[in-house]
């Protein structure tokens, strides 16, 4: 299966100056035959040959670089790339219906590709026309098949997504996890921890608010202004990073550790439009975990159930099945008055989502068996707070 790694390069003046041409020249070949494919089609309308084919314009993208000769400081195969693109992309048209292909400008994402010719030395990327390599954060090896890598640029920072084969088939979890999402507890699990949200977005409220009003007082078009964009920009990027870190490591220690993970398919959007908890439902990241637990759980060939968000796993006791119709969004602790069963609020709905998950599976529903240390130790190595709720749900007499 495919997989990507994405690695901050470190480029040094030179290197910026070079990556900058890749990204205009790759936006400029896709502009300027995208124009005489746009001609081309209107002129040959009702000929047999009616479109371009990229073989043509790459034909033709030879003879401009003749005429144009800063085009030869790019790595031919990035620009040639871009034309595979808008080949795709005028298929795609031609086929299903898709949007004509529009022209890119600087304000698009900025990116090119690389499809061959590269290597990782030391802690140097090395690509076509970037011989000394570029320095890249040394965290993670440089995998070895890789099959393309697309060097992306963010509010100033720089980035290689390394697309790779990878055939290493990983160790599947064991175990079946019911899992509730919340807004107290970044989550639940059946099994009794959770999980603290990271609130990024609280995190940096107060700095953006500050930068913001700073913003305000800069004058239009001015040099000071533009600095100041720069520095919003890096932190609603700082502030993604720290989401994504978090929701990577949290769908991680999951994925590892279950082999079935039950999960409700909340309508995330719907609960968005609520102003009361808007903030908080977007700011966990929420669509984004999901997205993660999923494909990692397909890594390891594990299961990942989604249960209707219609399902009562709030209001029903997992001890005895009862329905409580009052609960309140308050209440805390789940208080059964049939069964006497006394337990967290979101460790009860967990409980019921893997059951209700495991009943559509067609299988049994397990014991309580509270806090599997594995996982708690697992997360507390990361760095994420996580709460113990272990305890045996109680059952009070009387
Ligand atoms: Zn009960």
């Keep these: 299966m495919t997989k990507t790694l994405k690695v901050r390069l470190y480029p040094d003046g030179d290197q910026k100056i070079l990556l900058e041409k890749h990204f205009g020249s790759c936006r400029f070949v896709w502009n300027y035959f995208l124009e005489v494919r746009n001609k081309y089609y209107v002129e040959h309308k009702n000929d047999k040959k009616k479109g371009l084919s990229a073989f043509d314009t790459m034909k033709m993208l030879t003879a401009l670089k003749r005429e144009i000769t800063w085009l030869n400081e790019i790595n031919s195969q990035s620009l040639q790339h871009s034309l595979v693109e808008l080949d795709k992309a005028f298929r795609s048209f031609f086929k299903h219906n898709t949007a004509y292909p529009t022209f890119k400008s600087k304000k698009d994402k900025q990116y090119f590709i690389i499809p061959s ?23 993670s090896a440089i995998p070895k098949d890789i099959k393309q890598i697309i060097i992306t640029k963010k509010a100033d920072r720089y980035y290689a997504l390394i697309q790779y084969e990878s055939s290493v088939q990983p160790k599947k979890g064991e175990g079946a996890v019911g899992i509730d999402m919340g807004i107290k507890h970044f989550l639940t699990t059946s099994d009794g921890i959770a999980i603290e949200p990271i609130n990024a977005y609280r995190k940096y409220e107060k700095k953006l608010k500050r930068e913001n009003r700073r913003l305000s007082r800069k004058k239009k078009g001015s040099e000071n202004r533009k600095k100041q964009i720069l520095k919003l920009e890096k932190i609603y990027q700082k502030i993604k990073d720290v989401r994504t870190d978090f929701n ?8 590892k550790h279950y082999g079935t993970v039950v999960i409700e398919d909340l309508n995330i959007q719907g609960m968005a439009q609520n102003h009361r908890i808007a903030k908080s439902v977007l700011d966990q990241g929420w669509h984004q975990f ?28 997992s001890g005895c099945g ?77």
Excluded at 124 to 135: A, C, D, V, W, Y
Aim: glycine residues 8%.
């Design 248 to 255: 990577h490591k949290v769908s991680t220690a999951i994925a």
């Design 290 to 317: 999901k997205k993660m637990l999923e494909y990692k759980l397909q890594w390891r060939s594990s299961e990942l159930i989604k249960i209707g968000m219609f399902e009562p796993s709030s209001k029903m006791c």
């Design 117 to 139: 010719g590269f290597k990782a030395r030391k802690n140097r990327l090395i690509i076509p026309k970037f011989p000394e390599g570029i320095r890249y954060r040394d965290k």
């Design 322 to 398: 009862n329905i409580k119709h009052d609960l309140k969004l308050s209440d805390r602790i789940y208080h059964c008055d049939v069964c006497g069963l006394t337990i967290d609020r979101d460790l009860n709905a967990s409980i019921n989502i893997r059951n209700i998950g495991l009943i559509k599976l067609g299988k049994g529903i397990p014991e309580f068996t509270p806090v599997e240390i594995p996982l708690a130790g697992y997360l507390n190595h990361e760095g994420i707070s996580y709460v113990s709720l272990n305890q045996e749900p109680q059952i009070l007499q009387g």
